[in-house]
Protein backbone atom coordinates (compact mmCIF):
# COMPACT_ATOMS: atom_id res chain seq x y z
CA UNK A 1 0.00 0.00 0.00
CA UNK A 2 2.68 2.68 -0.84
CA UNK A 3 0.32 4.88 -2.81
CA UNK A 4 2.30 7.96 -4.00
CA UNK A 5 6.29 8.08 -2.58
CA UNK A 6 8.24 10.96 -2.31
CA UNK A 7 12.02 11.70 -1.87
CA UNK A 8 13.51 12.93 0.15
CA UNK A 9 11.51 13.74 2.95
CA UNK A 10 14.10 16.67 4.09
CA UNK A 11 16.45 18.31 2.31
CA UNK A 12 18.88 21.89 2.93
CA UNK A 13 20.64 23.59 0.19
CA UNK A 14 22.41 26.31 -0.44
CA UNK A 15 21.19 29.18 -3.02
CA UNK A 16 22.33 28.82 -6.01
CA UNK A 17 22.38 24.56 -5.56
CA UNK A 18 20.54 22.60 -7.63
CA UNK A 19 18.06 19.58 -7.29
CA UNK A 20 15.06 17.49 -7.92
CA UNK A 21 12.06 15.94 -5.80
CA UNK A 22 11.14 12.19 -7.00
CA UNK A 23 7.64 10.94 -6.89
CA UNK A 24 6.28 7.65 -7.69
CA UNK A 25 2.80 6.26 -7.40
CA UNK A 26 1.86 2.34 -7.54
CA UNK A 27 -1.93 3.00 -8.33
CA UNK A 28 -1.58 3.26 -12.25
CA UNK A 29 -2.86 6.81 -12.05
CA UNK A 30 -3.02 8.75 -15.25
CA UNK A 31 -2.55 12.54 -14.13
CA UNK A 32 0.51 13.67 -11.65
CA UNK A 33 0.83 16.90 -9.50
CA UNK A 34 3.83 19.03 -8.04
CA UNK A 35 2.28 21.33 -4.64
CA UNK A 36 3.89 23.66 -2.70
CA UNK A 37 2.85 24.38 0.89
CA UNK A 38 3.94 27.87 2.37
CA UNK A 39 2.29 29.53 5.59
CA UNK A 40 -0.76 32.04 5.20
CA UNK A 41 -0.83 30.68 1.25
CA UNK A 42 -1.82 27.60 1.22
CA UNK A 43 -1.48 25.03 -1.27
CA UNK A 44 -0.20 26.31 -4.58
CA UNK A 45 0.20 24.25 -8.17
CA UNK A 46 3.69 24.37 -9.35
CA UNK A 47 3.51 21.44 -12.47
CA UNK A 48 1.22 19.05 -13.53
CA UNK A 49 1.32 16.23 -16.06
CA UNK A 50 -2.30 15.26 -16.98
CA UNK A 51 -1.01 12.13 -18.87
CA UNK A 52 2.31 10.34 -19.52
CA UNK A 53 4.05 12.61 -21.71
CA UNK A 54 2.29 15.59 -21.50
CA UNK A 55 3.18 18.46 -18.61
CA UNK A 56 1.82 21.82 -17.85
CA UNK A 57 2.39 24.81 -15.65
CA UNK A 58 0.69 25.10 -12.57
CA UNK A 59 0.14 28.52 -10.67
CA UNK A 60 3.31 28.47 -9.40
CA UNK A 61 6.09 27.54 -11.71
CA UNK A 62 9.01 30.03 -12.04
CA UNK A 63 11.98 28.24 -10.92
CA UNK A 64 11.20 24.66 -11.40
CA UNK A 65 10.95 21.92 -14.42
CA UNK A 66 9.33 18.85 -14.20
CA UNK A 67 9.66 15.44 -16.29
CA UNK A 68 7.12 13.18 -16.31
CA UNK A 69 10.12 10.06 -16.65
CA UNK A 70 6.99 6.95 -16.98
CA UNK A 71 3.38 6.77 -16.13
CA UNK A 72 4.38 6.29 -12.61
CA UNK A 73 7.22 8.75 -12.07
CA UNK A 74 7.00 12.81 -11.77
CA UNK A 75 10.62 14.72 -10.94
CA UNK A 76 10.23 18.60 -9.72
CA UNK A 77 13.76 20.11 -10.87
CA UNK A 78 14.84 23.39 -8.90
CA UNK A 79 17.94 24.10 -11.19
CA UNK A 80 19.04 27.15 -8.90
CA UNK A 81 17.95 27.36 -5.75
CA UNK A 82 16.83 30.68 -3.47
CA UNK A 83 15.72 31.01 -0.12
CA UNK A 84 12.35 32.26 -1.39
CA UNK A 85 11.82 28.02 -2.47
CA UNK A 86 11.64 27.37 1.05
CA UNK A 87 8.68 25.07 1.47
CA UNK A 88 7.30 21.87 1.76
CA UNK A 89 6.51 20.44 -1.63
CA UNK A 90 3.44 17.82 -2.15
CA UNK A 91 3.45 15.26 -4.41
CA UNK A 92 -0.10 14.07 -6.00
CA UNK A 93 -1.68 11.77 -8.22
CA UNK A 94 -5.06 10.91 -9.69
CA UNK A 95 -6.37 8.89 -11.82
CA UNK A 96 -8.47 10.90 -14.77
CA UNK A 97 -8.32 10.05 -18.25
CA UNK A 98 -11.03 7.29 -17.33
CA UNK A 99 -14.74 7.66 -16.05
CA UNK A 100 -14.04 8.07 -11.96
CA UNK A 101 -14.13 10.55 -9.59
CA UNK A 102 -11.11 12.47 -9.16
CA UNK A 103 -9.83 12.16 -6.09
CA UNK A 104 -6.28 13.06 -5.56
CA UNK A 105 -3.86 11.24 -3.39
CA UNK A 106 -1.31 12.85 -1.42
CA UNK A 107 2.51 11.83 -0.55
CA UNK A 108 4.06 12.60 2.55
CA UNK A 109 6.00 15.92 1.46
CA UNK A 110 9.67 16.71 1.31
CA UNK A 111 10.80 19.84 3.22
CA UNK A 112 13.07 22.03 1.41
CA UNK A 113 14.85 24.69 3.50
CA UNK A 114 16.99 26.69 1.03
CA UNK A 115 19.82 29.02 2.84
CA UNK B 1 -9.51 32.56 -11.40
CA UNK B 2 -11.28 30.27 -8.90
CA UNK B 3 -10.85 31.51 -5.08
CA UNK B 4 -11.75 29.01 -2.42
CA UNK B 5 -12.32 30.67 1.22
CA UNK B 6 -12.19 28.55 4.28
CA UNK B 7 -14.15 30.12 7.81
CA UNK B 8 -13.39 29.69 10.07
CA UNK B 9 -9.42 30.01 10.29
CA UNK B 10 -9.18 28.39 13.88
CA UNK B 11 -12.05 26.48 15.67
CA UNK B 12 -11.33 25.39 19.29
CA UNK B 13 -14.52 23.24 21.02
CA UNK B 14 -14.91 21.14 23.65
CA UNK B 15 -15.01 17.26 23.07
CA UNK B 16 -17.72 16.06 21.99
CA UNK B 17 -19.39 18.84 20.27
CA UNK B 18 -21.10 18.73 16.73
CA UNK B 19 -19.34 21.21 14.63
CA UNK B 20 -19.48 22.92 10.84
CA UNK B 21 -16.87 24.09 8.69
CA UNK B 22 -17.48 26.05 6.29
CA UNK B 23 -15.77 26.13 2.24
CA UNK B 24 -16.35 28.69 -0.50
CA UNK B 25 -16.00 28.50 -3.83
CA UNK B 26 -16.13 31.40 -6.52
CA UNK B 27 -16.65 30.03 -9.78
CA UNK B 28 -19.40 27.54 -9.75
CA UNK B 29 -18.21 25.44 -12.56
CA UNK B 30 -16.66 22.72 -10.87
CA UNK B 31 -16.54 18.81 -11.18
CA UNK B 32 -15.79 17.73 -8.20
CA UNK B 33 -15.56 19.32 -4.23
CA UNK B 34 -12.68 17.18 -2.22
CA UNK B 35 -11.98 17.87 1.92
CA UNK B 36 -8.78 16.84 3.21
CA UNK B 37 -7.43 16.13 6.57
CA UNK B 38 -4.01 17.31 7.35
CA UNK B 39 -1.93 16.64 10.52
CA UNK B 40 1.21 18.45 11.58
CA UNK B 41 3.90 17.74 9.58
CA UNK B 42 2.54 15.02 7.59
CA UNK B 43 0.75 14.93 4.10
CA UNK B 44 -2.88 15.21 3.12
CA UNK B 45 -5.40 12.19 3.67
CA UNK B 46 -8.87 12.50 1.51
CA UNK B 47 -12.01 12.50 3.84
CA UNK B 48 -15.01 13.21 0.87
CA UNK B 49 -15.47 13.91 -2.50
CA UNK B 50 -18.53 15.56 -3.71
CA UNK B 51 -19.10 15.28 -7.29
CA UNK B 52 -20.74 18.21 -8.86
CA UNK B 53 -23.98 16.28 -9.50
CA UNK B 54 -23.90 14.97 -5.97
CA UNK B 55 -25.57 17.06 -2.80
CA UNK B 56 -23.84 15.26 0.09
CA UNK B 57 -21.89 12.32 0.78
CA UNK B 58 -21.59 10.65 4.13
CA UNK B 59 -18.53 9.00 5.95
CA UNK B 60 -19.10 8.20 9.47
CA UNK B 61 -18.83 10.57 11.44
CA UNK B 62 -18.04 12.92 8.70
CA UNK B 63 -20.89 14.73 6.35
CA UNK B 64 -20.07 16.94 3.55
CA UNK B 65 -22.97 19.07 1.70
CA UNK B 66 -22.47 21.01 -1.68
CA UNK B 67 -24.25 23.66 -3.11
CA UNK B 68 -22.77 24.30 -6.33
CA UNK B 69 -25.32 27.00 -7.19
CA UNK B 70 -24.18 29.52 -4.22
CA UNK B 71 -20.47 28.24 -4.52
CA UNK B 72 -20.81 26.80 -0.72
CA UNK B 73 -19.81 23.41 0.75
CA UNK B 74 -20.00 22.09 4.42
CA UNK B 75 -18.37 19.54 6.45
CA UNK B 76 -19.82 18.53 9.50
CA UNK B 77 -18.11 16.53 12.40
CA UNK B 78 -20.68 14.82 14.50
CA UNK B 79 -19.85 14.12 18.21
CA UNK B 80 -16.50 15.24 18.10
CA UNK B 81 -13.05 13.58 19.39
CA UNK B 82 -9.65 14.52 20.15
CA UNK B 83 -8.40 12.35 17.52
CA UNK B 84 -10.20 15.08 15.21
CA UNK B 85 -7.60 17.70 16.12
CA UNK B 86 -6.48 18.40 12.74
CA UNK B 87 -6.21 21.09 9.64
CA UNK B 88 -8.93 20.13 7.26
CA UNK B 89 -8.63 21.71 3.24
CA UNK B 90 -11.30 22.49 0.88
CA UNK B 91 -10.33 21.94 -2.64
CA UNK B 92 -12.71 22.10 -5.95
CA UNK B 93 -11.73 20.89 -9.58
CA UNK B 94 -11.87 22.56 -12.27
CA UNK B 95 -14.69 21.93 -14.89
CA UNK B 96 -12.51 19.98 -17.40
CA UNK B 97 -12.24 17.23 -14.30
CA UNK B 98 -9.63 18.12 -12.35
CA UNK B 99 -6.52 16.75 -14.89
CA UNK B 100 -5.53 20.48 -14.22
CA UNK B 101 -5.35 20.00 -10.41
CA UNK B 102 -7.37 21.38 -7.67
CA UNK B 103 -7.73 24.64 -5.99
CA UNK B 104 -7.00 24.83 -2.28
CA UNK B 105 -8.98 26.61 0.53
CA UNK B 106 -6.31 28.16 3.13
CA UNK B 107 -8.02 25.48 5.69
CA UNK B 108 -9.62 25.47 9.35
CA UNK B 109 -7.04 23.99 12.16
CA UNK B 110 -9.65 22.40 14.42
CA UNK B 111 -8.54 21.63 18.24
CA UNK B 112 -10.92 19.87 19.89
CA UNK B 113 -10.41 20.14 23.62
CA UNK B 114 -10.39 16.63 25.64
Known amino acids: NAGVTQTPKFQVLKTGQSMTLQCAQDMNHNSMYWYRQDPGMGLRLIYY???????DKGEVPNGYNVSRLNKREFSLRLESAAPSQTSVYFC??????????????FGEGSRLTVL | KQEVTQIPAALSVPEGENLVLNCSFT??????LQWFRQDPGKGLTSLLLIQSSQREQTSGRLNASLDKSSGRSTLYIAASQPGDSATYLCAVSGSGGGADGLTFGKGTHLIIQP
Open chain 1, 49 to 55: SASEGTT
Open chain 1, 92 to 105: ASSLMGQANTGELF
Open chain 2, 27 to 32: DSAIYN
